[in-house]
């Protein structure tokens, strides 16, 4: 007798291409692009995504298909994808959706939510905040009938924004938050998610200091924050660890290069000059330290972007 072997979706999907930069174009002007599909009739194979990518479905029907397993798709249902995750959808029929994605590095500066909305955070920035915290797995919702209308009215504004060649990235914000905290209010009973995390003395006193030191292009000082709060340098890392999966230096690290890109994305400031302000010692260190997080340089990642 032969064993009998059991095979999940999640053994045998793979990316069979990657939705990238190329596809999508998001630009400081444009750092949100929200496109209507309409009458999709054909199956879309296995794929991933560049960006976080989130869909709204307006009408028709399908199959959904995760690393999770098959799901219906209906209209009011809501997806989200982050970076790297994998899905695809067979047998639609008159399928119509919003689809939506953005540049995180632009959202993450001046989205002063963490204590107000730390789910929104957690939800739709979290592999950018706390790697070890976000969700691992797509998600596949369904909102409520009157979410569904609300945040279908605020992707349609954004769909309009998105032909503009000039269009108001401030209400662009606003809008994206808008429909971001909708979804998150129903998130909150749909999805389990770690979030007290965020709200622990450390976490927050932690994210303070390192907010104040890049504004004011500071090195990393684990002992002065410690300090402040009566710990060793020693027990406070361990403790942030703990808590949020990576000490106090590596998420320093990765807010400071995150900045990075963002001033790359939005202005004409020379690399040098960035790089100065940041507190990096040299362009050829900001330079080693970007490349390992973007896989590019980042005058290459500023005319990606342009």
Known sequence: MFPIIKLYISDIMKAEFTISQEHVR?????????????????????????????????AGSGIHQTTL????????????????QIHGIREARNLELFNAYYLSEWLLQGLPL???APDLHLFFLGQNLFPDKALVEPVHVSLPPHCAQLVEHELRFLESMSDHKSPNTVLMRASLVKAFAMIADVLVDEVSLERRFLSHPIVTHAMDCIDRALEDG????????SEKM????????????ELTGET?????????????????IRG??????IAHR?????????????????????????????
């Open 248 to 264: 106090p230096t590596s998420f320093f690290q990765r807010r400071r290069i995150q900045r990075a890109a963002h001033a790359l």
């Open 230 to 241: 009566s710990y060793t340098p020693d027990h406070f890392s361990r403790r942030f660890r």
């Open 69 to 84: 397993g098959e799901r219906s798709l209906e209209a009011g249902d809501l997806l989200i994808l982050a970076p790297g």
């Open 26 to 58: 998001l630009s400081a002007k444009h750092p949100i692009r929200v496109a209507e599909v309409s009458n999709m009739g054909d199956s879309i194979l296995a794929h991933d995504h560049e960006f976080y990518e989130v869909v709204l479905i307006h």
């Open 278 to 306: 940041l507190g990096y010692s040299d362009n050829a260190h900001f330079s080693r330290m970007f490349r390992s997080r973007f896989m590019m340089s980042p005058n290459a990642y500023r005319k990606r972007f342009k």
């Open 268 to 273: 004409n400031e020379p690399i040098n000059e």
């Open 218 to 225: 500071e090195a990393c000082n684990v002992a002065l924050w």
């Open 114 to 116: 963490r204590d107000e």
